[in-house]
């Protein structure tokens, strides 16, 4: 099983970027795939997560109306585009995979597997 994020980058507040996680070595289509991010020194928060059932996603309250999740199953890929992008969203963002279903609150623990993480840097 492998999960490769990308997609990360600098940015200026208010901008927008797009993550992709592109998977392999599983049936991409039966699985929830989630996003997860750490700031420096804070602990890894869950972000958004798209379920293998069409149309389910769960977003936290912080990025709400600002990101969206979608994925692509004939691609084996996840996309979160993060819109009206600020400081406070400058984290290593990771994506993980869990089968079926998310299960908000995102807890890591959740996840069986992971990517390498990608950096966003939101500055002026």
């Known amino acids: 099983v492998q999960l490769q994020a990308s997609g990360g980058g600098l940015v200026q507040p208010g901008g927008s970027l797009r993550l992709s996680c592109a998977a392999s070595?599983?049936?991409?289509?039966?699985?929830?795939i989630g996003w997860f991010r750490q700031a420096p020194g804070k602990e890894r928060e869950g972000v958004s997560c798209?379920?293998?059932?069409?149309?389910?996603?769960y977003y936290a309250d912080s990025v709400k109306g600002r990101f969206t999740i979608s994925r692509d199953n004939a691609k084996n890929t996840v996309y979160l585009q993060l819109d009206t992008l600020k400081p406070e969203d400058t984290a290593i963002y990771y994506c993980?995979?869990?089968?079926?279903?998310?299960?908000?609150?995102?807890?890591?623990?959740?996840?069986?597997?992971w990517g390498q993480g990608t950096l966003v840097t939101v500055s002026s």
């Open positions: 993980a995979s869990r089968r079926f279903i998310c299960l908000p609150p995102m807890k890591e623990d959740q996840y069986s597997h």
């Open positions: 070595g599983f049936i991409f289509a039966d699985y929830a």
């Open positions: 798209i379920s293998s059932i069409p149309g389910s996603t």
